[in-house]
């Protein structure tokens, strides 16, 4: 199977981060040195996608000039002896890699978002949506090569699952599995956000699927739900037998909250050889107080 093309739906406008979203797209704040959308990027282009679809709004062009060689900063680090870090902005996402933005217009839900993409995806593709909110941190294989792999063993269409608390149920659409196969869930149906003791199970769908084009047959424009929004859970469970659901491994951060947000750099920040001993001590003085 080959994914060529992914789509990220980037139109919301980041309310819960205002001031901070007020000019600055939510997906350009950075995890220590690198905006959230390149993670996006960059975990896509781990299984070979090399074309780019930006559903966004016409005031969030830095993540277009993003995406975009700077040949005068690549030439001028290069000068200064700064080679690694010249490397770091040149062909993100591959050399390769074709960036298109769609002008989503009014934001009508995810449903609609992905639905903007319908003219760039073949007769018969597969193609992966990535929520670059969701950051999900893999020791092995990234999630998106996990989800390909049982694309291509089902030959189905694929969402991601995660369990959750009880807690935070009702923030999520849950799945209704008919059977359970390891990490497999063959679907009966997904609930939008129910109350936790009317949640048919603690397996949550969260941001990554690998849809096929047929997906934009089942998407309804006309009959908006709640809020005005145009869910994907509704094409979903049109189509619900040519889905299965796989829970994933790996961490995810919600950063589309201020603490996920905060999780996710001190998590990765103990990645990076560069300050990890330094951030390690400053937590063990914050534990201390």
């Known amino acids: 199977m080959n994914i060529k093309k992914a789509v990220f739906p980037v139109a919301g406008f980041g309310t819960r981060f205002l001031p901070a979203t007020k000019a600055t797209p939510k997906e350009m704040l950075p995890i220590v040195d690198k905006p959230l959308?390149?993670?996006a990027v960059e975990e896509?282009?781990?299984?070979g996608v090399e074309e780019f679809i930006f559903i966004t709004h016409h005031a969030k062009s830095s993540i277009d000039t993003h995406f975009k060689n700077n040949?005068?900063?690549y030439e001028m680090l290069v000068r200064q002896g700064k080679q690694d870090l010249a490397n770091s902005i040149k062909h993100i996402g591959g050399a390769k890699a074709k960036f298109i933005s769609v002008d989503q217009g009014e934001p009508k839900g995810l449903g609609h978002a992905i639905g903007c993409a319908n003219d760039f995806i073949e007769e018969d593709e597969f193609f992966v949506v990535i929520l670059a909110d969701d950051l999900i941190f893999n020791q092995g294989p990234n999630i998106l090569e996990q989800m390909k792999d049982k694309a291509e063993k089902h030959n189905k269409q694929v969402l991601a699952l995660e369990k959750i608390p009880e807690k935070d149920i009702s923030k999520f659409g849950v799945v209704d599995p008919k059977t359970i196969d390891g990490r497999i869930s063959h679907l009966s149906g997904i609930v939008e956000k129910p109350a936790a003791s009317a949640a048919p199970s603690d397996l949550a769908v969260v941001g990554r699927y690998i849809f096929k084009k047929t997906?934009?047959?089942h998407i309804d424009n006309e009959n908006a739900g709640k809020n005005g929004e145009i869910q994907i859970t509704d094409a979903?469970?049109?189509?619900?037998?040519?889905?299965?659901g796989y829970e994933f491994m790996g961490d995810r951060f919600d950063c589309g909250s201020k603490v996920g947000y905060l999780k996710a750099n001190i998590a990765y920040g103990l990645q990076n050889t560069e300050i990890r001993d330094e951030l390690k001590s400053y937590i063990g003085d914050i534990e201390n107080l």
Not at 44 to 47: G, V
């Open 37 to 39: 959308i390149q993670y």
């Open 44 to 47: 896509a282009a781990k299984i």
């Open 71 to 73: 040949e005068k900063l």
């Open 215 to 217: 997906i934009f047959s």
């Open 236 to 244: 979903i469970l049109s189509n619900i037998e040519d889905f299965i």
